[in-house]
DNA sequence: GCCAACGTTGGC
DNA sequence: GCCAACGTTGGC
């Protein structure tokens, strides 16, 4: 079993968003990233945890935590013409894009993105990369339990 | 809104 | 396969 830290702009996708939805689960749909793409469908596993990271905000951070639901499959939204994330070279025999679903764990606290950087055992985290711009990160066990037991 | 740091696209 | 142009991400 896996940690990662997934992105997303809270005026789009918020925990908050996550916690409302039915059964506090939701497809985490739109990943159009061939990195990403790839973690997505060769690695996440159910079972897995991760932190919700809002991104592209006033206040960068992580907010909580979910639990993936399932293993990666092709995202459908990638199939519907019209959608935002239609993808027209992505077909259904040859699906190009994947997802996940995640479920609401648990909210704390904003572990905001300054705080991250103060920490020495967290400076080796992707996210404080320069350039990084995935939007989803893998996480170690070392510094899934630090940033958990910031807030506990 | 700015802009650095990417990733993607497409002509050659 | 190269690389310029373009688009996107995301902190600030």
Known sequence: MR?????SEPDCFSISDLRKSPGRASMWDGVRNYQVRN???????????AFFY??????????GVMEVMC??????????????HHDPKSLPDQPRWYTVDVKFKREFDLVSLDEIRRHPPLEEMLILRRGNRLSITPVTPREWEYILALRS
């Open 54 to 63: 809002h991104s592209s905000c006033p206040e960068p951070g992580i907010v």
């Open 39 to 49: 973690m997505l469908r060769d690695d996440f596993k159910k079972g897995d945890l």
């Open 71 to 84: 293993p990666g499959y092709p995202d459908p939204t990638a199939f519907m013409p019209g959608h935002e």
């Open 3 to 7: 940690y990662w830290l997934m992105k």
